[in-house]
T-cell receptor, first 112, second 114 residues
């Protein structure tokens, strides 16, 4: 069965600094990977997805993620964070039944 | 824009009560999902539905049931609420089975069972 590990439960970072949120998945023949974001008091929304093709995927709000098959990772990055990026970020992988397997989430805390 | 609405943002119920959580989507999506979100555990799938009157168990169906009588509406039922069902409940929908990954979420219902 597929699984997803988000290595950090919280990541504090200063405003305008770069950030990386880490995600590792269990190996599979074909992998579809996703990052969702949950802003305070809201539901989740899709940030970006990797289905095939270029390993560098760009999403909304300046975020990008890189699919690394050899390291089974799909880390999320942003070169300069803003206070409005305060949210919880979830990594997910699609399983063979078309369902999403979710990581535990990483809270991004922006320090002024 | 896809809109998924949930009947309540906050709900407080007593142990043993029957609880209904309603979810409505307005984009003619085939798939609907109920998740439970707890700190440190991410999202756990309770039930999902690919069609009207059709339901399938997710990872944690015990203590829950669902109903989908109309395409746009998916209800989660707690037959006899217990304190360990205190949680955030998220409803989601997606267009087609093969597109289950692109899910659209409602704002969530925070349920407290006392």
């Amino acid at each position: 069965a597929q699984s997803v590990t988000q290595l950090d439960s919280q990541v504090p970072v200063f405003e305008e600094a770069p950030v990386e949120l880490r995600c590792n998945y269990s190996s599979s023949v074909s992998v579809y990977l996703f990052w969702y974001v949950q802003y305070p008091n809201q539901g989740l929304q899709l940030l970006l997805k990797y289905l095939s093709g270029s390993t560098l995927v760009k999403g909304i709000n300046g975020f990008e993620a890189e699919f690394n098959k050899s390291q089974t990772s799909f880390h999320l990055r942003k070169p300069s964070v803003h206070i409005s990026d305060t949210a919880e970020y979830f990594c997910a992988v699609r399983d063979s039944n078309y369902q999403l397997i979710w990581g535990a989430g990483t809270k991004l805390i922006i320090k002024p | 824009d896809v809109k998924v609405t949930q009947s309540s943002r906050y709900l407080v119920k007593r142990t043993g009560e029957k609880v209904f959580l309603e979810c409505v989507q307005d984009m003619d999506h085939e798939n609907m999902f109920w998740y439970r979100q707890d700190p440190g555990l991410g999202l756990r799938l309770i039930y999902f539905s690919y069609d009207v009157k059709m339901k399938e168990k997710g990872d944690i169906p015990e203590g829950y049931s669902v109903s989908r009588e109309k395409k746009e509406r998916f209800s989660l039922i707690l037959e006899s609420a217990s304190t360990n069902q205190t949680s955030m409940y998220l409803c989601a929908s997606s267009l087609l089975r093969g597109y289950a990954y692109e899910q659209y979420f409602g704002p969530g219902t925070r349920l407290t069972v006392t």
